[in-house]
Every structure is written in C-alpha cells, then in structure tokens.
C-alpha cells in the first residue's frame, strides 16, 4: 500500500511500515509488528501526526484503535485515511459497509 502513495506524491511526511495486521486468529498479535520502533522513532522526532494507512477490514481496525490508545498519551493526532465510494465506483455494487463507512466519512460541500 506504501507503494501507492508513494506514486501519487501527495503525502509529504514520514511512513513507517508496519508489516502486517493484529490478528488474533491468524496468531499475529502486536508484537509481531513493527509497532515497538513506531514508538521509539515517536520519542526521537518532533511527531504532531500519525496517519494510520491500515486496511478497512476487522484486523486493519483493531491494529489502528491499538495503535492511537498507545499514541494518545504522546499527545500525537492520530488519524485515518478515509474510505468508502472509489471516484468513478457505482452505488448500485457497494456494499452495505463501504456504505456506511461512506457516510460516516462525509464532507459537507
């Protein structure tokens, strides 16, 4: 995924790659992440904000809630990259997820 936003140089910071999601079911908890040298580099650098680019999925979810109740005492803005309805996708084929999270992630105009 770091790839893709690579390509579009619209992001102008830092990424840091965690190497997977927490899932408990697939025996991956967080230490198996990088998340330990997230934190060391959040205490080396002047850090105000840390996009979490995780999947929408159950896993992405849960590795991005752990990972901003550990940032909060930091005093570090943790945010989500926005997801829903692809530019040019068809409300006829979305589901009833990508529906929702569409709505929960609305601008007003």
């Known amino acids: 995924e770091m790839l893709r936003l690579l390509k579009y140089h619209e992001f102008k910071g830092v990424y840091h790659v965690l190497h997977g999601s927490i899932s408990p079911l697939n025996d991956i908890g967080p230490d198996n992440l990088t998340i330990k040298e997230l934190l060391a580099r959040l205490n080396e650098e002047s ?24 940032l909060k005492p930091l005093g570090v803005k943790v945010t989500r990259l926005a997801y829903g309805i692809p530019v040019g996708g068809d409300l006829e084929y979305a589901d009833e997820y990508t529906l929702a999270k569409a709505l929960e992630g609305r601008n007003e105009i």
């Open 47 to 70: 850090v105000k904000e840390v996009i979490m680019a995780t999947n929408p999925t159950v896993e992405g979810d849960a590795t991005a809630l752990y990972i901003s109740k550990l």
